[in-house]
């Protein structure tokens, strides 16, 4: 009985070290491009929870841009959880694999938000391959779940909703949408999210249909992502709040955002992959009537907290977007943009936003950074703290202002006019019928 017992004794104990008692064997998650914006906090919501995590990042060694996770797991250090780096490029053959290893889930968050805009593949190419690449780690290792981080720009705008928005019929936009507008040419960043979307379907569709064992799959689509910064890298959507407080410029576009919480998003995130019977598309969204801004709206509200930074005083007539995308003028800004914001100006909104209910329906998800004037506050508070802006622009008079912004319209117009006799780009027919 003693030596039975002895054997009992170490056999249980040779499963605690090895996790299969306390299930560390299933602890482990594999986050995709975990410098970037969203990942990185991710990381954080997971490092809070105690997962160990296996972080892809294109250059390990580069201790500057990983710093950030560092401290993040020191913070967490207590929960247990720690961090594994693998280095990774989307444009790699086989890039996930090594890290895939051991882990039994994987959030694939990483994808190109900015590329050469005559050169449309530097976008598409490493987006639509690197969620392949992902599923097929995953396929292959034996992950058991795969949250793939996507965006509305997979969903909308859509030709039968985008210019018929009334009174009558103005319903947000949801996860049954795809958007069928965006071209490789007009509308490059979100052609390439609706690409990738579409392939990860598809592919996880082939796998099943071969008889081959695929990951419970899910994909997260968000708008505008708003909140702290955890360094001092700056992505596209936090460039509405840094354009707005750093007095760079004396003017606003004319253009309306609905601003999610990034921490809800990645909340929802580690969420999805904890509720066993979520699968499919989720939207991640406050509500449009209360979280939908325009640029100038921003201003105000960081105005009345922060009243000693240089805020914008003026906003650009509606028909300057369109002038400054044709010509080029701003790298992010382009036709596709600018003709959103002219729907949003004329539509309030595109008179529609998203509707993020579905995981609070089907999941008991709940929102906890509702209040959009928190966010707002709290993204422009951790500029401030990593120096991104420090308010040292002084806000010009309104004569200068005027004076500058006359200039700048005949600037624009006459390098438009030398683009447009010089290239001849024009944008696809929004016409289009299906």
């Known amino acids: 009985f003693k030596m039975a017992n002895f054997r009992f004794q170490l056999l249980l104990l040779l499963a605690v070290s090895t996790g299969i008692v306390n299930g560390d064997s299933k602890r482990c998650v594999v986050v995709t491009g975990c410098t970037g914006f969203l990942a990185g906090h991710v990381v954080d919501q997971m490092l809070a929870k105690g997962y160990n995590i296996h972080c892809t990042v294109r250059d390990k060694s580069d201790s500057k841009k990983i710093q950030f996770l560092l401290d993040l797991e020191a913070e967490h250090r207590n929960k247990g959880g720690k961090i594994t780096f693998f280095n990774a490029n989307l444009l790699d053959n086989d890039p996930f694999t090594e890290a895939t290893k051991g882990c039994y889930a994987m959030l694939h968050v990483a994808s190109p938000i900015s590329g ?47 210019d018929s928005c009334n009174d009558a019929n103005c319903e947000p936009y949801d996860e049954t ?18 690409l990738a979307l579409k392939a990860a379907y598809d592919y996880m569709a082939e796998q099943e249909a071969a008889g081959i064992k695929v990951p419970r799959m899910a994909t997260v689509h968000f708008p505008f992502g708003i909140g702290p910064q955890q360094n001092e890298r700056i992505t596209s959507s936090q460039k509405f709040i840094e354009i707005v407080l750093s007095g760079r410029m004396p003017f606003v576009f004319p253009a309306g955002i609905q601003i999610t919480d990034i921490r809800d998003v990645a909340r929802a995130h580690v969420h999805i992959l904890e509720t066993q019977k979520a699968h499919g598309r989720y939207l991640i969204a406050h509500s449009p009537e209360t979280h939908s801004k325009y640029m100038m709206e921003i201003a105000d509200m960081l105005r009345k907290e922060l009243p000693h930074y240089p805020y914008p005083v003026l ?26 914001d002219l729907r949003v100006r004329f539509n309030k909104y595109d008179g529609r936003g998203y509707n993020g209910n579905k995981i609070v329906r089907e999941l008991g998800f709940e929102y906890k950074y509702d209040n959009i004037t928190q966010t707002v506050l709290d993204s422009a508070h951790s500029m401030i703290k990593y120096k991104i802006v420090d308010g040292t622009a002084k806000t010009l008079p309104i004569f200068y202002i005027l004076f500058a912004v006359v200039q700048i319209i005949f600037i624009l117009l006459g390098r438009c006019v030398w683009n447009y006799c010089t290239r001849r780009k024009v944008a696809p027919d929004n016409k289009k019928t299906q």
């Open 116 to 162: 050469d805009r005559n050169d449309p593949d530097s976008i598409i190419k490493p987006a639509l391959q690197g969620t392949v690449s992902a599923l097929k780690a995953a396929v292959t290792e034996g992950i058991e779940t795969v949250v793939v981080t996507s965006s509305t720009a997979a969903l909308s705008p859509t030709f039968a909703k985008k």
């Open 177 to 194: 949408d795809n958007n069928d507008v965006a071209t490789p040419v007009y509308g490059t960043y979100a052609h390439s999210k609706t």
């Open 315 to 340: 906003e650009l007539p509606v028909w300057v977007a369109p002038v400054v995308a044709m010509c080029g003028i701003v790298k992010e800004y382009d036709l596709y943009r600018a003709e959103a």
